[in-house]
């Protein structure tokens, strides 16, 4: 199905709208300090079902959505996921099917994942040390991320792209640490700047350290080489260690945004269409898609709804903090 013939979608501002990333369930199994609170997480009884997940799907593919990624919450906490990404896997036009996970269930289910049809997985992680790990994420155990990463490996969810959201004083003495995994897999680290979203709103500004700094902190480790890997060319600019097979990316949201290269659109938990991670206006697909709406008719909600996607996002302003939503329910 096409959108009046259109193959691709283009904004207004010339960018190819190609790529939707979905929070498939707000639910979580950690309870990470920037993220979520401890307690009193504000759930809703209204998420959408997988099937509606797939018509949006489907009808996002006819005006051009090319590559699909599953976040939440977190992805593999969903009763049926599995199940979901082998119906997605079918739509012969996704050429990309990946997933961000914690990684907690990850060793568990990576198998299935990709026998389903799972391209490849990003992994959250922020230390590399079981106690502080156990802190930032409210009780998780590190031993088990790692065993979900070296899983993925096992199973060839490749690249394997890792993201540490770099926070002063809480982890920016393990950025070194990180990187040097480069040197020894072929993994990918990306460097991520803590955003003021979710539990973050309050602090974000106290622990916020820009990518120019934490490429400063990377100086001892020699002079790093622009690198390009295979799959999702996203918001990240990658880097390499001189014989490094794992590569070094970083993701500057509020330092320099990236926003005139922007293709992504997200699908909250709940079904709104979201144009801009940080723009709070939101389309609402659940209503027409429960009223009976055809895929043709979703997909002109969507290309219509593409004609408001900010040019870029006013995050770095002063004063700026999304409180309206938070990061498991939007789709991190
Ligand atoms: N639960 C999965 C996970 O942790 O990978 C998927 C959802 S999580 C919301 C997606 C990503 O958003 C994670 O990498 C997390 O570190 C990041 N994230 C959440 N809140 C953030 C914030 N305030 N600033 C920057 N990144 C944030
Ligand atoms: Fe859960 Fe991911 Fe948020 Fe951590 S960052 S609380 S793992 S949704």
């Not at 004083?169 to 990187?179: C, H, I, R």
């Not at 490429?215 to 918001?235: F, S, T």
């Not at 590569?247 to 709940?270: K, M, P, Q, V």
Request: glycine share 8%; charged share 30%.
């Amino acid at each position: 199905m096409n959108y009046n013939g259109v193959k691709t979608m283009q904004d207004l501002f010339q960018r190819e709208i190609n790529y939707l990333r979905i929070s498939i369930t707000d639910r979580c199994n950690l309870r990470c300090i920037y993220c979520m609170p401890q307690e009193g997480v504000p759930l809703t009884n209204s998420i959408l079902r997988f099937e509606e997940f797939e018509k949006i799907v489907r009808s996002a593919v006819g005006i051009g959505i090319r590559k699909v990624r599953l976040t939440g919450g977190e992805p593999l906490v969903r009763k049926g996921v599995i199940e979901f990404i082998s119906r997605l896997a079918a739509i012969p036009e996704i050429d990309d099917l990946a997933l961000t996970t914690n990684g907690i269930l990850l060793a568990d289910k990576a198998k299935a994942l990709k026998e389903a049809g799972l391209t490849r997985v990003n992994l959250s992680l922020d230390t590399l040390r079981g106690d502080r790990f156990a802190e930032i994420t409210r009780g998780g155990k590190l031993a088990e991320v790692l065993l979900g990463i070296k899983e993925a490996f096992v199973v060839g969810l490749e690249p394997v792209k890792v993201n540490m959201v770099v926070m002063k004083g809480f982890n920016d003495d393990e950025v070194l640490d990180f990187a040097g995994m480069t040197r020894e897999f072929p993994i990918h680290i990306r460097f991520i700047e803590l955003m003021p979203i979710g539990e973050s709103d309050n602090w974000c500004k106290d622990r916020h350290i820009p990518v120019k700094e934490i490429k400063k902190m990377l100086d001892p480790l020699g002079k790093l080489e622009r690198a390009k890997i295979g799959a999702g060319n996203g918001p990240a600019r990658y880097f390499r260690l001189p014989g490094a097979p794992g590569t070094i990316g970083f993701i500057s949201a509020i330092s320099s945004h990236f926003c005139d290269s922007c293709n992504r659109l997200r699908l909250t938990s709940e079904g709104q269409l979201r144009l801009c991670l940080h723009s709070k206006t939101e389309v609402d697909l659940k209503t027409p898609l429960r009223q009976g709406a055809s895929e043709e008719e979703l997909a002109h909600i969507i290309a219509e709804a593409i004609k408001d996607k900010p040019r870029k996002h006013t995050m770095a302003d002063e004063g700026w903090a999304d409180n309206q939503r938070m990061m498991s329910q939007i789709g991190g």
